[in-house]
């Protein structure tokens, strides 16, 4: 048995578009302590391209070739120093693991350490740090390659978590980005019921392996994802937290597609038009219903909006995502490539900006 408790969350379970002002008020009253440290993460900015590229193959170079490979520069203190400076809290470090290991399962020692170093930026820097396995092909929620996967899960896990067992609670793991059946019609939504099977299996295996790793690993915040990090009502319904009070659900908002995703789609949003914002209210008021309001923190680990020349409505929607984050007390980290100038360390779009951090 660990030391740490889960509080109970007294609040209405019947919630609208919003909490109202008396809920809210109650929760402030009665924070659980995780719910309190999530609080304390945002806003966040996600480190893009840059450990997660992959395509070269495996020992195609030393780390900073591979940090180049997608248009990015290597991860510098200056760099995140920035991000801190500019108000970010927490940096999320999407990093992909297998081209960078050997048949046997073993991670290159220098990837290793570099993933060590660039997190120690973020602690230098003041932020918290989450290092995750990204684009990672080993953790499909097959149900033929389960067993596999979980070898996997523990595996790679076991030797990122002894890696790591030395820093405290301000490195954050978050076990899968995505877990989805590639290339299968059910992938982008709530998959099958035997996907999200796997998925919580997988989980499971996660938190079980980062656990008995020892040192800042017995306490440390984990994060779970639902299948394919989704929003929806059946995806998250399905999803099965361990009993830990340090464990956090992760999810990821692009909605509406339209207008964050679709480079094709609309340029326009609003925060008075039901089409444009209804998707996203609704998603904020779930991740409630469903956990924080038990006292399981949530974190939006992602959400973003790709560039079509309208800073002024990808301003006004990063707005609206922030305000529904403070009013959940649900933390929400920027997915962004360019917002930041790779070389001048300078910002592009300070409305933008503006919106995330103020």
Known sequence: MRSKQRKTVWVPLALAALLTAA??????????EGVSFAMDMGPGWNLANTLDAHGLGRGAGDTATYERYWGSEPASQAQIDAIAQAGFRTLRLPVTWFEHMDAQGRIDPAWMARVRTVADMALAA?????VNAHHDVWY????????AAQAAMRDVWGQIATAFADCDERVLFEGMNEPRL????????????????CVNALNAAFVETVRAAGGGNATRYLLIPAYA??????????LRVPEDPCVMVSAHVYA?????????????????????????????????RLFVSRGIPVVVTEFGAVDKSNEVAR????AAVMRLGRTYRI????????????????????ALLRALVR
């Open 182 to 197: 590639l290339g299968h019609p059910e992938e982008w939504t709530a998959g099958t019921p035997e996907a999200r099977a």
């Open 229 to 238: 990090a989704g929003i929806g009502e059946e995806a998250l319904a399905a």
């Open 256 to 288: 509406p597609y339209g207008f964050t995703l679709d480079e094709r789609g609309m340029a326009g949003w609003s925060p008075d038009t039901a089409t444009d914002s209804q998707e996203m209210a609704d998603a904020f008021a779930r991740l409630w």
């Open 126 to 130: 003041g932020m918290r740090a989450i």
């Open 315 to 318: 301003a006004a929607w990063a």
């Open 23 to 32: 809920a809210l008020g109650w929760l402030l009253l009665r924070i659980p």
């Open 140 to 147: 499909e929620p097959a149900p033929e390659r389960l067993d």
């Open 331 to 350: 933390p929400c980290l920027w997915w962004d490539t360019a917002l930041l100038e790779k070389g001048s360390h300078t910002w592009r779009y300070p």
